[in-house]
């Protein structure tokens, strides 16, 4: 069964860090595409920061050089490394994976709320 669980959202003042964890089982994220993505109510849900199964890397132009995707394939783990937040940067922030039968799988969400 596959499963992802989303943890490390909480509330932080503006200029503050968060780190984001995504811990999988049932996929192996090192050769899986994984990405983190946000979504505000009543919005769509975008894709924030993504990794390849090749490690290369990606992210909203509203995040670079703010967030960092990585990878940790020992604990198959997906992280988003938050610094510098912003009040815009609220948001349920959701991992996905690739993963069998050519599914994309979700996670349930974690809330990041940024004070100003």
């Known amino acids: 069964q596959v499963q992802l669980v989303e943890s490390g959202g909480g509330l932080v003042q503006a200029g503050g860090s968060l780190r984001l964890s995504c811990a999988a089982s049932?996929?192996?994220?090192?050769?899986?595409?994984v990405g983190w993505h946000r979504q505000t109510p009543g919005k769509q849900r975008n894709l924030v920061a993504g990794i390849t199964r090749g490690g290369s890397t990606n992210y909203a132009d509203s995040v670079k050089g703010r967030f960092t995707i990585s990878r940790d394939n020992a604990k198959n783990t997906v992280y988003l490394q938050m610094n510098s937040l912003k009040p815009e940067d609220t948001a349920v922030y959701y991992c996905s994976s690739g993963g069998p039968l050519g599914r994309n799988y979700w996670g349930q969400g974690t809330q990041v709320t940024v004070s100003s």
């Open positions: 049932g996929i192996t994220f090192s050769i899986n595409s």
